[in-house]
């Protein structure tokens, strides 16, 4: 069974910049494509990014784009997220999930088909 432990976040200051870890175990990262979700307070989990399992395909959300920048290396059983100039409103709980199925199209952002879950690691960007 695969699972998922991302690691990285913190409190960091409004323009600042940190990188997300999404480890897994228990099976090989080959043959999944993930996603990065997260959820702040009071608000709806929102996806914003996407890998395929070649790393060739990748997806942002508006909210990120330009300033976010997703990558796996799939020796290392792990995907990346480094997020630069961040801003207030990217303080949430940031969770990595992973699935078989690739749609190609707004459908990865959703939490639709995908299997498993990370516990998530949180992002506070604040001054």
């Known amino acids: 069974q695969l699972q998922l432990v991302e690691s990285g976040g913190g409190l960091v200051q409004p323009g600042g910049s940190l990188t997300l870890s999404c480890e897994a175990s228990?099976?090989?990262?080959?043959?999944?494509?993930i996603g990065w979700f997260r959820q702040a307070p009071g608000k709806e989990r929102e996806g914003i990014s996407f890998?395929?399992?070649?790393?060739?395909?990748?997806n942002y959300a508006d909210a990120v784009k330009g300033r976010f920048t997703i990558s796996r290396d799939n020796a290392k059983n792990t995907v990346f997220l480094k997020m630069i100039s961040l801003k207030s409103e990217d303080t949430a709980v940031y969770s990595c999930?992973?699935?078989?199925?690739?749609?190609?199209?707004?459908?990865?952002?959703?939490?639709?088909?995908?299997?498993?879950w990370g516990q998530g690691t949180q992002v506070t960007v604040s001054s």
């Open positions: 999930a992973a699935k078989r199925e690739w749609y190609g199209d707004s459908q990865d952002m959703t939490s639709y088909k995908y299997e498993y």
């Open positions: 228990g099976s090989t990262l080959d043959y999944w494509h």
């Open positions: 890998i395929t399992t070649s790393g060739l395909y990748t």
